[in-house]
């Protein structure tokens, strides 16, 4: 009986000692995982990335298969970051590194990938109010439809982005976009309408100075 109490006490000491030791790790992981990283410290990270990009060889993907997956993995581990802390510049920095990424990659797949990457910033930055990264990346989706050579669909995307930007009258957006709506009515042979949107788009381009 004495020695079944003893054992009795071990087990509880042992038990509340793991217990105690439990909590304490717990309580570690939690303010480990629970801090946020500043914007400055994600964008950072991200301009780190963005130089990997010139480093790989996008015409040899078997080797650079292993290098592309983990570079689209921290790539977007720092998108969710940002978006889980609010750092909307973070966000649209960080997709624009990934968007320039898919663009030197090329093939059917990755147009896919590209397509739906903007579709969705579009929709984050319309969800949170940011009317001049959605005029931007409305921009971006008109100039990588425009490199498919659909150049309709680049020129509804253009127009978007035009009326965006003047929305919140932004020159410099407004210039970009008109001067894309010039460039792709030159390419479909539309020249009346590239010679009215390159005027237009200097018009623009003296107001911003």
Same mark, same amino acid.
């Given at each position: 009986m004495i020695a079944a109490g003893r054992n009795n006490s071990l087990m509880i000491s042992t038990n509340t000692s793991l217990k105690g030791l439990f909590i304490l790790l717990s309580l570690i992981c939690f303010s480990s995982f629970g801090q946020q990283r500043e914007q400055p410290e994600l964008i950072k990270e991200i301009d780190s990335l963005y130089r990997e990009i010139y480093k790989f060889n996008y015409y040899d993907t078997l080797s650079y298969d292993t290098a592309f997956l983990s570079f689209e993995r921290k790539i977007n581990d720092l998108i969710a970051e940002g978006q889980q802390s609010d750092h909307k510049g973070a966000v649209y920095k960080a997709k624009n590194v990934l968007f320039i990424h898919l663009k030197y990659k090329e093939g059917e797949e990755y147009d896919l990938e590209t397509r739906q990457l903007l579709d969705e910033t579009i929709d984050y930055a319309r969800e949170k109010g940011d009317t001049l990264a959605h005029a931007q990346f409305t921009y971006l989706l008109g100039n990588f439809l425009s %490199? #498919?050579?659909? *150049?309709? %669909? %680049?020129? /509804? *995307?253009?127009?978007? @982005? #035009? /009326?965006? @930007?003047e929305s919140i009258g932004n020159k410099s957006a407004e210039a970009a976009s008109i001067n894309a709506l010039a460039v792709t009515y030159a390419n479909i042979g539309r020249d009346d309408l590239a010679v009215e949107y390159y005027r237009k788009s200097l018009d623009v381009a003296r107001l911003s100075k």
């Amino acid at each position: 009986m004495i020695a079944a109490g003893r054992n009795n006490s071990l087990m509880i000491s042992t038990n509340t000692s793991l217990k105690g030791l439990f909590i304490l790790l717990s309580l570690i992981c939690f303010s480990s995982f629970g801090q946020q990283r500043e914007q400055p410290e994600l964008i950072k990270e991200i301009d780190s990335l963005y130089r990997e990009i010139y480093k790989f060889n996008y015409y040899d993907t078997l080797s650079y298969d292993t290098a592309f997956l983990s570079f689209e993995r921290k790539i977007n581990d720092l998108i969710a970051e940002g978006q889980q802390s609010d750092h909307k510049g973070a966000v649209y920095k960080a997709k624009n590194v990934l968007f320039i990424h898919l663009k030197y990659k090329e093939g059917e797949e990755y147009d896919l990938e590209t397509r739906q990457l903007l579709d969705e910033t579009i929709d984050y930055a319309r969800e949170k109010g940011d009317t001049l990264a959605h005029a931007q990346f409305t921009y971006l989706l008109g100039n990588f439809l425009s %490199s #498919l050579d659909r *150049y309709d %669909s %680049s020129l /509804v *995307y253009f127009e978007k @982005a #035009l /009326v965006i @930007a003047e929305s919140i009258g932004n020159k410099s957006a407004e210039a970009a976009s008109i001067n894309a709506l010039a460039v792709t009515y030159a390419n479909i042979g539309r020249d009346d309408l590239a010679v009215e949107y390159y005027r237009k788009s200097l018009d623009v381009a003296r107001l911003s100075k």
